[in-house]
Protein backbone atom coordinates (compact mmCIF):
# COMPACT_ATOMS: atom_id res chain seq x y z
CA UNK A 1 0.00 0.00 0.00
CA UNK A 2 1.26 3.70 -0.65
CA UNK A 3 0.67 6.69 0.77
CA UNK A 4 -0.82 8.30 -2.20
CA UNK A 5 -2.44 7.13 -5.49
CA UNK A 6 -2.35 9.47 -8.37
CA UNK A 7 -5.14 9.14 -11.03
CA UNK A 8 -4.17 10.80 -13.94
CA UNK A 9 -0.38 12.23 -15.38
CA UNK A 10 -0.55 15.60 -16.73
CA UNK A 11 0.66 18.67 -14.81
CA UNK A 12 -1.46 18.45 -12.00
CA UNK A 13 -0.28 15.04 -11.42
CA UNK A 14 3.19 15.32 -12.16
CA UNK A 15 3.15 18.63 -10.13
CA UNK A 16 1.20 16.42 -6.97
CA UNK A 17 3.27 13.51 -7.21
CA UNK A 18 6.63 15.84 -7.07
CA UNK A 19 5.34 17.49 -4.14
CA UNK A 20 4.11 14.16 -1.75
CA UNK A 21 7.46 12.54 -3.30
CA UNK A 22 9.49 15.63 -1.60
CA UNK A 23 7.53 15.55 1.40
CA UNK A 24 8.45 11.83 1.87
CA UNK A 25 5.43 9.80 0.98
CA UNK A 26 5.17 6.92 -1.53
CA UNK A 27 3.24 7.60 -4.50
CA UNK A 28 1.58 6.16 -7.55
CA UNK A 29 0.92 7.67 -10.31
CA UNK A 30 -2.08 5.88 -13.03
CA UNK A 31 -1.73 7.45 -16.69
CA UNK A 32 0.37 7.62 -19.63
CA UNK A 33 3.70 8.23 -20.09
CA UNK A 34 3.32 10.45 -22.37
CA UNK A 35 1.30 12.54 -19.97
CA UNK A 36 -2.02 12.51 -22.39
CA UNK A 37 -3.48 14.31 -25.36
CA UNK A 38 -2.84 18.00 -24.16
CA UNK A 39 0.80 17.79 -24.89
CA UNK A 40 0.54 16.67 -28.24
CA UNK A 41 1.10 18.95 -31.19
CA UNK A 42 3.06 22.02 -31.10
CA UNK A 43 0.62 24.83 -29.55
CA UNK A 44 2.66 26.93 -27.52
CA UNK A 45 1.84 28.30 -23.95
CA UNK A 46 2.50 31.40 -23.28
CA UNK A 47 1.69 32.14 -19.84
CA UNK A 48 3.44 29.41 -18.02
CA UNK A 49 6.12 30.49 -15.39
CA UNK A 50 9.76 30.33 -16.24
CA UNK A 51 9.57 29.84 -19.56
CA UNK A 52 8.43 32.08 -22.95
CA UNK A 53 6.10 30.62 -25.14
CA UNK A 54 6.76 27.08 -24.69
CA UNK A 55 5.77 24.35 -27.10
CA UNK A 56 3.87 21.82 -25.42
CA UNK A 57 5.96 19.05 -26.21
CA UNK A 58 9.04 20.53 -24.83
CA UNK A 59 7.17 21.31 -21.49
CA UNK A 60 5.71 17.65 -21.54
CA UNK A 61 9.38 16.36 -21.58
CA UNK A 62 10.33 18.76 -19.11
CA UNK A 63 8.11 17.21 -16.82
CA UNK A 64 8.80 13.46 -17.87
CA UNK A 65 12.66 14.50 -17.09
CA UNK A 66 11.29 15.74 -13.20
CA UNK A 67 9.69 12.46 -12.57
CA UNK A 68 12.52 10.28 -13.60
CA UNK A 69 14.99 12.45 -11.45
CA UNK A 70 12.72 11.73 -8.84
CA UNK A 71 12.45 7.76 -9.42
CA UNK A 72 8.33 8.32 -10.29
CA UNK A 73 7.18 5.70 -12.29
CA UNK A 74 3.71 6.08 -14.19
CA UNK A 75 1.96 2.69 -14.07
CA UNK A 76 0.06 2.55 -17.58
CA UNK A 77 -2.95 0.77 -16.39
CA UNK A 78 -6.30 2.38 -16.77
CA UNK A 79 -8.42 2.94 -13.80
CA UNK A 80 -12.10 1.98 -13.44
CA UNK A 81 -12.87 2.81 -10.58
CA UNK A 82 -11.76 3.88 -6.79
CA UNK A 83 -13.41 2.63 -3.66
CA UNK A 84 -13.40 4.48 -0.36
CA UNK A 85 -12.76 1.10 2.34
CA UNK A 86 -13.24 3.56 5.28
CA UNK A 87 -8.96 3.85 6.25
CA UNK A 88 -7.78 3.63 2.89
CA UNK A 89 -8.52 3.11 -0.67
CA UNK A 90 -8.77 0.41 -3.36
CA UNK A 91 -8.76 1.60 -7.19
CA UNK A 92 -9.74 -1.24 -9.64
CA UNK A 93 -7.36 -0.96 -13.29
CA UNK A 94 -7.65 -3.19 -16.04
CA UNK A 95 -4.30 -4.99 -15.06
CA UNK A 96 -4.41 -5.19 -11.53
CA UNK A 97 -5.82 -3.54 -8.43
CA UNK A 98 -4.07 -1.44 -6.02
CA UNK A 99 -4.43 0.31 -2.79
CA UNK A 100 -3.68 3.52 -1.02
CA UNK A 101 -3.66 5.32 2.47
CA UNK A 102 -5.27 8.46 0.21
CA UNK A 103 -6.22 9.34 -3.68
CA UNK A 104 -5.66 12.58 -5.84
CA UNK A 105 -8.24 12.17 -8.87
CA UNK A 106 -6.18 14.36 -12.04
CA UNK A 107 -7.89 13.12 -14.73
CA UNK A 108 -8.57 16.37 -16.70
CA UNK A 109 -11.10 17.31 -17.97
CA UNK A 110 -14.32 14.84 -19.00
CA UNK A 111 -15.97 15.04 -22.28
CA UNK A 112 -18.08 11.75 -20.96
CA UNK A 113 -21.37 11.57 -21.11
CA UNK A 114 -23.14 8.25 -19.57
CA UNK A 115 -25.32 6.58 -21.70
CA UNK A 116 -29.40 6.92 -20.45
CA UNK A 117 -29.51 4.34 -17.89
CA UNK A 118 -25.50 3.47 -17.39
CA UNK A 119 -25.15 5.03 -13.83
CA UNK A 120 -28.49 3.73 -12.44
CA UNK A 121 -26.97 0.28 -13.58
CA UNK A 122 -23.16 0.71 -13.02
CA UNK A 123 -22.27 -1.98 -10.46
CA UNK A 124 -25.70 -4.57 -11.61
CA UNK A 125 -24.78 -5.68 -15.14
CA UNK A 126 -23.00 -2.39 -16.30
CA UNK A 127 -19.28 -2.64 -15.52
CA UNK A 128 -16.30 -0.36 -16.89
CA UNK A 129 -13.48 -3.19 -16.02
CA UNK A 130 -13.22 -6.29 -17.90
CA UNK A 131 -10.48 -7.67 -15.65
CA UNK A 132 -12.62 -6.93 -12.58
CA UNK A 133 -15.88 -8.54 -13.59
CA UNK A 134 -15.48 -11.14 -16.71
CA UNK A 135 -15.38 -14.57 -14.37
CA UNK A 136 -18.85 -13.04 -12.87
CA UNK A 137 -20.15 -14.01 -16.45
CA UNK A 138 -18.97 -17.08 -17.20
CA UNK A 139 -20.29 -19.26 -20.02
CA UNK A 140 -23.36 -16.16 -19.76
CA UNK A 141 -23.79 -13.51 -23.19
CA UNK A 142 -22.08 -9.97 -22.54
CA UNK A 143 -22.41 -7.24 -24.53
CA UNK A 144 -18.78 -4.50 -24.73
CA UNK A 145 -19.52 -0.87 -26.33
CA UNK A 146 -15.88 0.96 -26.43
CA UNK A 147 -15.08 3.86 -28.48
CA UNK A 148 -11.44 2.66 -28.98
CA UNK A 149 -9.55 0.15 -30.99
CA UNK A 150 -7.45 -0.31 -28.03
CA UNK A 151 -10.28 -1.81 -26.57
CA UNK A 152 -10.36 -5.03 -28.70
CA UNK A 153 -7.72 -7.25 -26.75
CA UNK A 154 -10.52 -6.83 -23.97
CA UNK A 155 -13.07 -8.08 -26.07
CA UNK A 156 -10.73 -10.95 -26.99
CA UNK A 157 -10.70 -11.57 -23.14
CA UNK A 158 -13.91 -11.61 -22.40
CA UNK A 159 -14.86 -14.21 -25.33
CA UNK A 160 -12.43 -16.41 -23.79
CA UNK A 161 -14.69 -16.41 -20.62
CA UNK A 162 -18.26 -15.82 -21.49
CA UNK A 163 -20.85 -17.96 -24.07
CA UNK A 164 -21.30 -14.95 -26.51
CA UNK A 165 -20.24 -11.51 -27.14
CA UNK A 166 -22.02 -8.52 -29.33
CA UNK A 167 -19.51 -6.23 -29.95
CA UNK A 168 -20.66 -2.46 -30.38
CA UNK A 169 -17.68 -0.16 -31.27
CA UNK A 170 -17.95 3.47 -31.64
CA UNK A 171 -15.43 2.76 -34.80
CA UNK A 172 -15.10 1.14 -37.92
CA UNK A 173 -13.75 -2.31 -36.35
CA UNK A 174 -12.32 -4.69 -39.50
CA UNK A 175 -10.52 -7.00 -36.80
CA UNK A 176 -11.53 -10.75 -36.29
CA UNK A 177 -11.93 -11.34 -32.38
CA UNK A 178 -13.37 -14.39 -32.43
CA UNK A 179 -15.54 -16.78 -33.38
CA UNK A 180 -18.17 -16.15 -30.41
CA UNK A 181 -18.06 -12.01 -31.27
CA UNK A 182 -20.99 -10.85 -33.13
CA UNK A 183 -19.63 -7.15 -34.29
CA UNK A 184 -22.69 -5.17 -34.17
CA UNK A 185 -22.71 -1.83 -36.37
CA UNK A 186 -24.73 1.41 -34.34
CA UNK A 187 -24.90 3.93 -31.61
CA UNK A 188 -25.92 2.99 -28.31
CA UNK A 189 -28.51 5.23 -27.23
CA UNK A 190 -29.74 3.65 -23.37
CA UNK A 191 -29.52 0.76 -21.10
CA UNK A 192 -32.24 -0.80 -19.65
CA UNK A 193 -33.51 -3.30 -17.69
CA UNK A 194 -35.44 -3.82 -14.62
CA UNK A 195 -33.45 -4.78 -11.21
CA UNK A 196 -30.26 -4.97 -13.32
CA UNK A 197 -29.58 -4.22 -16.91
CA UNK A 198 -31.06 -6.35 -19.26
CA UNK A 199 -30.82 -4.40 -22.61
CA UNK A 200 -28.89 -1.96 -25.32
CA UNK A 201 -31.34 0.11 -27.05
CA UNK A 202 -29.51 1.31 -30.27
CA UNK A 203 -30.69 4.32 -32.19
CA UNK A 204 -31.78 2.41 -34.92
CA UNK A 205 -34.42 0.61 -32.28
CA UNK A 206 -32.67 -2.21 -32.51
CA UNK A 207 -32.45 -4.04 -28.77
CA UNK A 208 -28.93 -6.21 -27.67
CA UNK A 209 -29.98 -8.83 -24.76
CA UNK A 210 -27.14 -9.31 -22.47
CA UNK A 211 -26.34 -10.51 -19.19
CA UNK A 212 -23.64 -8.14 -18.91
CA UNK A 213 -22.39 -4.65 -20.57
CA UNK A 214 -19.21 -3.87 -20.41
CA UNK A 215 -18.44 0.06 -21.49
CA UNK A 216 -15.04 0.52 -21.98
CA UNK A 217 -14.02 3.97 -22.86
CA UNK A 218 -10.89 6.39 -22.90
CA UNK A 219 -11.74 8.24 -19.41
CA UNK A 220 -14.92 7.54 -16.21
CA UNK A 221 -16.73 10.19 -15.47
CA UNK A 222 -15.77 11.53 -12.25
CA UNK A 223 -18.90 10.37 -10.44
CA UNK A 224 -19.00 6.94 -11.58
CA UNK A 225 -15.54 6.49 -11.03
CA UNK A 226 -15.67 7.52 -7.36
CA UNK A 227 -19.17 6.30 -6.12
CA UNK A 228 -20.30 8.91 -4.13
CA UNK A 229 -17.78 12.00 -4.87
CA UNK A 230 -19.76 15.00 -5.26
CA UNK A 231 -19.65 16.80 -8.55
CA UNK A 232 -20.83 20.20 -10.02
CA UNK A 233 -21.45 19.86 -13.99
CA UNK A 234 -18.83 17.18 -15.24
CA UNK A 235 -16.19 18.38 -12.28
CA UNK A 236 -15.43 17.96 -9.22
CA UNK A 237 -16.29 19.89 -5.79
CA UNK A 238 -13.14 21.07 -4.04
CA UNK A 239 -12.45 23.63 -1.64
CA UNK A 240 -9.42 25.67 -1.31
CA UNK A 241 -7.44 22.47 -0.05
CA UNK A 242 -8.54 20.41 -3.13
CA UNK A 243 -10.37 18.48 -0.50
CA UNK A 244 -13.78 16.36 -1.93
CA UNK A 245 -16.36 15.48 -0.15
CA UNK A 246 -14.87 12.43 0.60
CA UNK A 247 -12.12 12.00 3.52
CA UNK A 248 -8.82 11.15 2.25
CA UNK A 249 -9.88 11.98 -1.39
CA UNK A 250 -8.61 15.21 -3.39
CA UNK A 251 -8.70 16.27 -6.89
CA UNK A 252 -7.13 18.97 -9.00
CA UNK A 253 -6.43 20.44 -12.42
CA UNK A 254 -9.17 20.70 -15.01
CA UNK A 255 -10.95 18.25 -13.58
CA UNK A 256 -12.08 21.10 -11.04
CA UNK A 257 -13.06 23.25 -13.31
CA UNK A 258 -11.71 26.45 -15.05
CA UNK A 259 -9.75 28.03 -15.98
CA UNK A 260 -8.54 25.24 -17.92
CA UNK A 261 -4.89 26.71 -18.00
CA UNK A 262 -1.32 24.51 -17.14
CA UNK A 263 -0.64 26.81 -14.55
CA UNK A 264 -3.72 26.64 -12.52
CA UNK A 265 -3.27 22.86 -12.97
CA UNK A 266 0.37 23.01 -11.68
CA UNK A 267 -0.62 25.01 -8.52
CA UNK A 268 -3.37 22.52 -7.47
CA UNK A 269 -1.58 19.71 -8.23
CA UNK A 270 0.60 21.16 -5.01
CA UNK A 271 -1.82 21.88 -3.16
CA UNK A 272 -3.51 18.63 -3.66
CA UNK A 273 -0.28 17.11 -2.74
CA UNK A 274 -0.31 18.64 0.61
CA UNK A 275 -3.59 18.31 2.12
CA UNK A 276 -3.66 14.59 1.50
CA UNK A 277 0.45 14.60 3.66
CA UNK A 278 -1.38 16.67 5.75
CA UNK A 279 -4.23 14.21 6.00
CA UNK A 280 -1.83 11.18 6.32
CA UNK A 281 0.22 12.62 9.28
CA UNK A 282 -3.31 13.84 11.66
CA UNK A 283 -5.54 10.84 10.94
CA UNK A 284 -4.42 7.54 12.81
CA UNK A 285 -5.21 4.95 10.36
CA UNK A 286 -5.33 0.88 10.87
CA UNK A 287 -4.99 -0.89 7.92
Known sequence: MVDIAIVGSGI???SAALTAKLRGKSVSIFGSRELG?????EHVIANYPGFTKVPASELKNALISQLEAENLVITE?????????GASF???GAKDSYEARTVIIATGVSAVKPYEGESEYLGRGVSYCATCDAMLYKGRPVAV??????EEDEVKFLASVASEVTYI??????ATLGSNVTVLKGNVKKIEGRLKAEKAVLSSGEEVVADAFFILREQVAPNNLVPGLKTEGSYIAVDRQMR??????????D???APLQYAKAAGEGNIAALSAVNYINTTKTEV
Not at 37 to 41: L, N, P, Q, T, V
Open 90 to 92: TLM
Open 12 to 14: AAV
Open 145 to 150: IADSAK
Open 37 to 41: RKYEG
Open 255 to 257: VTG
Open 77 to 85: DKISAVYAM
Open 169 to 174: PGYECE
Open 244 to 253: TNIAGCFACG
